[in-house]
Nanobody, 119 residues
Framework: QVEVMESGGGLVQPGGSLRLDCAAS????????MAWYRQAPGKQRDLVAR??????DYADSVKGRFTISRDNAKNTAYLRMNHLEPEDTGVYYC??????????????WGQGTPVTVSS
């Protein structure tokens, strides 16, 4: 069973910074990708950033401001968010994809962590 836990959300003023952490735990064979999604009030959940062994991708709206990184030894991904804007407000969810055994894939969501950018 794989568990995903996010942390680091909160209230920040426009122009400020936050770092979100996403930790995967439990029994699994490998992690293939870790990603952050954002769901603003009344809107769908959209990809913010994703990292895998093949590539790192960002939504256009966060390029140059957000950085995703990963510590493979800790099975943890980080999202460093700089120059935050009110439009960045929402609940941030971490998604982890991998394999529970060599042939069985999994995709697990965390419970989400809220980010509010407001003065």
């Amino acid at each position: 069973q794989v568990e995903v836990m996010e942390s680091g959300g909160g209230l920040v003023q426009p122009g400020g910074s936050l770092r979100l952490d996403c930790a995967a735990s439990g029994r699994f064979f490998s992690i293939d990708a870790m990603a952050w999604y954002r769901q603003a009030p009344g809107k769908q959940r959209d990809l913010v950033a994703r990292t895998s062994s093949e590539s790192t991708d960002y939504a256009d709206s966060v390029k140059g401001r957000f950085t995703i990184s990963r510590d493979n030894a800790k099975n943890t991904a980080y999202l460093r968010m700089n120059h935050l804007e009110p439009e960045d407000t929402g609940v941030y969810y971490c998604n982890v994809r991998g394999r529970s055994t060599i042939i069985n894939p999994f995709s697990k969501w965390g419970q989400g962590t809220p980010v509010t950018v407001s003065s």
